[in-house]
T-cell receptor, first 115, second 113 residues
Framework: NAGVTQTPKFQVLKTGQSMTLQCAQD?????MYWYRQDPGMGLRLIYY???????DKGEVPNGYNVSRLNKREFSLRLESAAPSQTSVYFC??????????????FGPGTRLTVL | AQTVTQSQPEMSVQEAETVTLSCTYDTSESDYYLFWYKQPPSRQMILVIR??????QNATENRFSVNFQKAAKSFSLKISDSQLGDAAMYFCASPNTGNQFYFGTGTSLTVIP
């Protein structure tokens, strides 16, 4: 039982390059999330998916796209990376309300630097 | 919009002493949960404690306890007998019924030997 896994752990991009951050969970959770963490700003929600086949924008969606490939996997894509997207990215999943008190489980994070 | 405020960017505590981290929130929900997460230097987010709003009793997990004041919308975390391993960023979080979580900006806790 690995929980929430993310790849890669570190990435350096040049401005304008694209990349996809991968996330998978093995807890059979319906809800999955992508956050970015910047110094002094806490965690800000980029996109989330309440169930397979659905995605919704969070607080800071501009410059990102997501895909909920199946129940396990939720990817985040940067089509044309910008220095402002330098951040630490976290994926999270969440159990159903009735069973686990709404706790979110987090992946280990990806540190992305855009030069 | 739902908000969570942590007004202490940094706190320090002597080893074995007690420290309290503050959090206030704003929500229109009638039933909700509140959470404290810990983020050590490893970056991994770890759940410390949770509180269900309709429960009057404050939650406790070993050395960690909360002071939940529903009317004041205050949810502070008390760490007793502080240990070096408690040094971390601490985030307060509140979800809404729309499935979104709102996080505070965090408090960096230093434990002084």
């Amino acid at each position: 039982n690995a929980g929430v896994t993310q790849t890669p752990k570190f990435q350096v991009l040049k401005t304008g390059q694209s990349m996809t951050l991968q996330c998978a969970q093995d807890m059979n959770h319906n809800s999955m999330y992508w956050y970015r963490q910047d110094p002094g700003m806490g965690l800000r929600l980029i996109y989330y998916s309440a169930s397979e086949g659905t995605t919704d924008k969070g607080e800071v969606p501009n410059g990102y796209n997501v895909s909920r490939l199946n129940k396990r996997e939720f990817s985040l894509r940067l089509e044309s990376a910008a220095p402002s997207q330098t951040s630490v990215y976290f994926c999270a999943s969440r159990a159903e309300r009735e069973t686990a008190y709404n706790e979110q489980f987090f992946g280990p994070g990806t540190r992305l630097t855009v030069l | 919009a739902q908000t969570v405020t942590q007004s202490q960017p940094e706190m320090s505590v002597q080893e074995a002493e007690t420290v309290t981290l503050s959090c206030t929130y704003d929500t229109s929900e009638s039933d909700y949960y509140l959470f404290w997460y810990k983020q050590p230097p490893s970056r991994q987010m770890i759940l410390v404690i949770r509180q269900e709003a309709y429960k009057q009793q404050n939650a406790t997990e070993n050395r960690f306890s909360v002071n939940f004041q529903k009317a004041a919308k205050s949810f502070s975390l008390k760490i007793s007998d502080s240990q070096l391993g408690d040094a971390a960023m601490y985030f307060c979080a509140s979800p809404n019924t729309g499935n979104q979580f709102y996080f505070g900006t965090g408090t960096s806790l230093t434990v002084i030997p």
